[in-house]
T-cell receptor, first 110, second 115 residues
Framework: EDQVTQSPEALRLQEGESSSLNCSYTVSGLRGLFWYRQDPGKGPEFLFTLYSAGEEKEKERLKATLTKKESFLHITAPKPEDSATYLCAVLPYGNNRLAFGKGNQVVVIP | GAGVSQSPRYKVAKRGQDVALRCDPISGHVSLFWYQQALGQGPEFLTYFQNEAQLDKSGLPSDRFFAERPEGSVSTLKIQRTQQEDSAVYLC?????????????FGPGTRLTVL
Protein backbone atom coordinates (compact mmCIF):
# COMPACT_ATOMS: atom_id res chain seq x y z
CA GLU A 1 0.00 0.00 0.00
CA ASP A 2 1.26 3.48 -0.89
CA GLN A 3 2.21 5.47 2.19
CA VAL A 4 3.16 9.11 2.70
CA THR A 5 4.49 10.40 6.02
CA GLN A 6 5.11 14.10 6.57
CA SER A 7 7.17 15.62 9.35
CA PRO A 8 7.05 17.70 11.40
CA GLU A 9 3.26 17.78 11.75
CA ALA A 10 3.39 21.39 12.93
CA LEU A 11 6.09 24.05 12.77
CA ARG A 12 6.29 27.61 14.09
CA LEU A 13 8.87 29.84 12.45
CA GLN A 14 9.99 33.38 13.01
CA GLU A 15 9.77 35.51 9.90
CA GLY A 16 13.04 35.03 8.00
CA GLU A 17 13.89 31.73 9.72
CA SER A 18 14.47 29.18 6.95
CA SER A 19 13.41 25.56 7.45
CA SER A 20 12.61 22.31 5.64
CA LEU A 21 9.57 20.04 5.56
CA ASN A 22 9.98 16.32 5.01
CA CYS A 23 7.81 13.91 3.01
CA SER A 24 8.79 10.23 3.22
CA TYR A 25 7.05 7.83 0.90
CA THR A 26 6.74 4.18 -0.02
CA VAL A 27 5.19 3.40 -3.36
CA SER A 28 5.40 0.48 -5.75
CA GLY A 29 6.59 2.72 -8.55
CA LEU A 30 6.62 6.51 -8.42
CA ARG A 31 4.99 8.26 -11.34
CA GLY A 32 5.10 11.67 -9.68
CA LEU A 33 5.32 13.44 -6.33
CA PHE A 34 3.20 16.52 -5.78
CA TRP A 35 3.29 19.40 -3.30
CA TYR A 36 0.16 21.41 -2.59
CA ARG A 37 -0.54 24.29 -0.24
CA GLN A 38 -3.82 24.48 1.67
CA ASP A 39 -5.12 27.53 3.52
CA PRO A 40 -7.85 27.15 6.17
CA GLY A 41 -11.30 26.72 4.64
CA LYS A 42 -9.94 26.38 1.12
CA GLY A 43 -9.04 23.61 -1.28
CA PRO A 44 -5.41 22.67 -1.92
CA GLU A 45 -3.44 24.78 -4.38
CA PHE A 46 -0.86 23.15 -6.64
CA LEU A 47 2.81 24.02 -6.08
CA PHE A 48 5.11 21.48 -7.74
CA THR A 49 5.39 18.11 -9.43
CA LEU A 50 8.63 16.12 -9.22
CA TYR A 51 9.17 13.04 -11.34
CA SER A 52 12.64 11.63 -10.72
CA ALA A 53 15.31 11.50 -8.04
CA GLY A 54 17.59 14.51 -8.15
CA GLU A 55 14.96 16.81 -9.59
CA GLU A 56 14.48 20.24 -7.99
CA LYS A 57 11.88 22.95 -8.57
CA GLU A 58 11.63 26.46 -7.19
CA LYS A 59 8.90 29.05 -6.80
CA GLU A 60 9.57 32.26 -4.90
CA ARG A 61 10.71 31.23 -1.41
CA LEU A 62 9.90 27.54 -1.91
CA LYS A 63 12.17 24.84 -3.29
CA ALA A 64 11.20 21.18 -3.62
CA THR A 65 13.69 18.33 -3.98
CA LEU A 66 13.25 14.60 -4.52
CA THR A 67 15.21 11.46 -3.65
CA LYS A 68 14.20 7.83 -4.07
CA LYS A 69 12.61 7.75 -0.61
CA GLU A 70 11.70 11.30 0.33
CA SER A 71 11.06 14.83 -0.75
CA PHE A 72 11.89 18.07 1.00
CA LEU A 73 10.17 21.41 0.75
CA HIS A 74 12.62 24.12 1.73
CA ILE A 75 11.20 27.47 2.81
CA THR A 76 13.78 30.24 2.58
CA ALA A 77 13.32 33.42 4.62
CA PRO A 78 9.58 32.77 5.15
CA LYS A 79 7.02 35.54 5.45
CA PRO A 80 3.73 35.42 7.38
CA GLU A 81 1.87 34.82 4.10
CA ASP A 82 3.69 31.48 3.81
CA SER A 83 1.63 30.24 6.78
CA ALA A 84 -0.40 27.28 5.51
CA THR A 85 -0.60 23.49 5.55
CA TYR A 86 1.70 21.94 2.97
CA LEU A 87 0.49 18.62 1.56
CA CYS A 88 2.64 16.01 -0.14
CA ALA A 89 1.09 13.38 -2.42
CA VAL A 90 2.40 10.50 -4.51
CA LEU A 91 1.01 9.06 -7.72
CA PRO A 92 1.98 5.46 -8.38
CA TYR A 93 2.20 3.75 -11.73
CA GLY A 94 -0.90 1.81 -12.64
CA ASN A 95 -3.63 4.09 -11.38
CA ASN A 96 -4.70 7.72 -11.15
CA ARG A 97 -5.11 7.93 -7.38
CA LEU A 98 -3.11 10.54 -5.51
CA ALA A 99 -2.15 9.37 -2.00
CA PHE A 100 -1.76 12.36 0.33
CA GLY A 101 0.09 12.71 3.61
CA LYS A 102 -1.45 14.45 6.62
CA GLY A 103 0.36 17.68 5.89
CA ASN A 104 2.87 20.01 7.55
CA GLN A 105 1.12 22.90 9.30
CA VAL A 106 3.42 25.93 9.14
CA VAL A 107 2.90 29.17 11.07
CA VAL A 108 5.24 32.08 10.37
CA ILE A 109 5.31 34.68 13.12
CA PRO A 110 6.07 38.31 12.19
CA GLY B 1 -11.98 32.48 -15.76
CA ALA B 2 -13.81 30.80 -12.94
CA GLY B 3 -12.19 28.06 -10.94
CA VAL B 4 -13.79 24.90 -9.60
CA SER B 5 -16.95 25.63 -7.65
CA GLN B 6 -18.81 23.42 -5.21
CA SER B 7 -22.22 23.69 -3.65
CA PRO B 8 -23.44 23.84 -1.04
CA ARG B 9 -20.42 25.06 0.92
CA TYR B 10 -21.92 23.76 4.16
CA LYS B 11 -24.44 21.00 4.70
CA VAL B 12 -25.92 19.75 7.94
CA ALA B 13 -27.82 16.48 7.73
CA LYS B 14 -29.57 14.32 10.25
CA ARG B 15 -28.34 10.76 10.46
CA GLY B 16 -30.15 8.69 7.85
CA GLN B 17 -30.81 11.53 5.43
CA ASP B 18 -29.60 11.50 1.83
CA VAL B 19 -27.38 14.34 0.58
CA ALA B 20 -26.18 15.48 -2.84
CA LEU B 21 -23.02 17.52 -3.31
CA ARG B 22 -22.36 19.33 -6.56
CA CYS B 23 -19.11 20.11 -8.35
CA ASP B 24 -18.70 22.47 -11.31
CA PRO B 25 -15.23 21.87 -12.76
CA ILE B 26 -13.27 24.25 -14.91
CA SER B 27 -14.80 24.29 -18.38
CA GLY B 28 -13.09 21.88 -20.77
CA HIS B 29 -11.33 19.88 -18.08
CA VAL B 30 -11.33 16.20 -18.90
CA SER B 31 -10.58 14.74 -15.48
CA LEU B 32 -12.61 15.13 -12.31
CA PHE B 33 -11.75 13.75 -8.88
CA TRP B 34 -13.61 13.57 -5.57
CA TYR B 35 -11.77 13.46 -2.23
CA GLN B 36 -12.83 13.20 1.41
CA GLN B 37 -10.85 15.21 3.96
CA ALA B 38 -11.33 14.58 7.68
CA LEU B 39 -10.21 17.20 10.19
CA GLY B 40 -6.42 17.28 10.50
CA GLN B 41 -5.93 14.76 7.70
CA GLY B 42 -4.92 14.93 4.08
CA PRO B 43 -7.47 14.40 1.32
CA GLU B 44 -8.39 10.78 0.60
CA PHE B 45 -9.26 9.71 -2.92
CA LEU B 46 -12.86 8.67 -3.54
CA THR B 47 -13.40 8.44 -7.28
CA TYR B 48 -12.14 9.57 -10.71
CA PHE B 49 -13.94 10.49 -13.93
CA GLN B 50 -12.49 10.96 -17.37
CA ASN B 51 -15.17 12.88 -19.22
CA GLU B 52 -18.40 11.01 -18.38
CA ALA B 53 -16.72 7.68 -17.65
CA GLN B 54 -16.12 6.73 -14.04
CA LEU B 55 -12.78 4.98 -14.39
CA ASP B 56 -12.00 4.42 -10.72
CA LYS B 57 -14.38 4.25 -7.78
CA SER B 58 -12.15 2.20 -5.52
CA GLY B 59 -12.02 4.87 -2.82
CA LEU B 60 -15.76 5.08 -2.18
CA PRO B 61 -16.15 3.90 1.45
CA SER B 62 -19.39 1.99 1.00
CA ASP B 63 -22.25 1.38 -1.38
CA ARG B 64 -24.00 4.36 0.24
CA PHE B 65 -21.70 6.60 -1.79
CA PHE B 66 -22.47 7.19 -5.45
CA ALA B 67 -20.99 9.67 -7.96
CA GLU B 68 -21.98 10.63 -11.46
CA ARG B 69 -20.89 12.97 -14.24
CA PRO B 70 -23.48 12.27 -16.94
CA GLU B 71 -22.46 14.89 -19.52
CA GLY B 72 -18.78 15.03 -18.75
CA SER B 73 -18.92 18.36 -16.96
CA VAL B 74 -20.86 18.85 -13.70
CA SER B 75 -20.55 16.04 -11.17
CA THR B 76 -22.67 15.05 -8.20
CA LEU B 77 -21.58 13.01 -5.20
CA LYS B 78 -24.54 11.43 -3.45
CA ILE B 79 -24.45 9.90 0.02
CA GLN B 80 -27.42 7.83 1.06
CA ARG B 81 -28.50 7.19 4.67
CA THR B 82 -25.75 9.43 6.06
CA GLN B 83 -23.85 8.32 9.15
CA GLN B 84 -21.85 10.37 11.64
CA GLU B 85 -18.60 9.00 10.24
CA ASP B 86 -19.45 10.64 6.92
CA SER B 87 -18.83 14.07 8.50
CA ALA B 88 -15.91 15.59 6.59
CA VAL B 89 -15.01 18.10 3.90
CA TYR B 90 -15.67 16.77 0.41
CA LEU B 91 -13.30 18.21 -2.18
CA CYS B 92 -13.68 18.16 -5.92
CA UNK B 93 -10.75 18.70 -8.30
CA UNK B 94 -10.44 18.90 -12.05
CA UNK B 95 -7.53 18.74 -14.45
CA UNK B 96 -7.19 19.62 -18.10
CA UNK B 97 -6.00 16.26 -19.34
CA UNK B 98 -6.81 12.67 -18.59
CA UNK B 99 -4.96 10.83 -15.86
CA UNK B 100 -3.74 11.70 -12.39
CA UNK B 101 -0.35 13.11 -13.30
CA UNK B 102 -1.50 16.61 -14.18
CA UNK B 103 -2.00 19.63 -11.98
CA UNK B 104 -5.34 19.31 -10.20
CA UNK B 105 -7.39 22.43 -9.48
CA PHE B 106 -9.41 22.06 -6.31
CA GLY B 107 -12.70 23.62 -5.31
CA PRO B 108 -13.28 25.09 -1.84
CA GLY B 109 -15.03 21.94 -0.64
CA THR B 110 -18.36 21.13 0.96
CA ARG B 111 -18.28 20.69 4.72
CA LEU B 112 -20.76 17.97 5.66
CA THR B 113 -21.84 17.60 9.26
CA VAL B 114 -24.04 14.63 10.15
CA LEU B 115 -25.86 14.96 13.46
Amino acid sequence: EDQVTQSPEALRLQEGESSSLNCSYTVSGLRGLFWYRQDPGKGPEFLFTLYSAGEEKEKERLKATLTKKESFLHITAPKPEDSATYLCAVLPYGNNRLAFGKGNQVVVIP
Amino acid sequence: GAGVSQSPRYKVAKRGQDVALRCDPISGHVSLFWYQQALGQGPEFLTYFQNEAQLDKSGLPSDRFFAERPEGSVSTLKIQRTQQEDSAVYLCASSLLGGGDNEQFFGPGTRLTVL
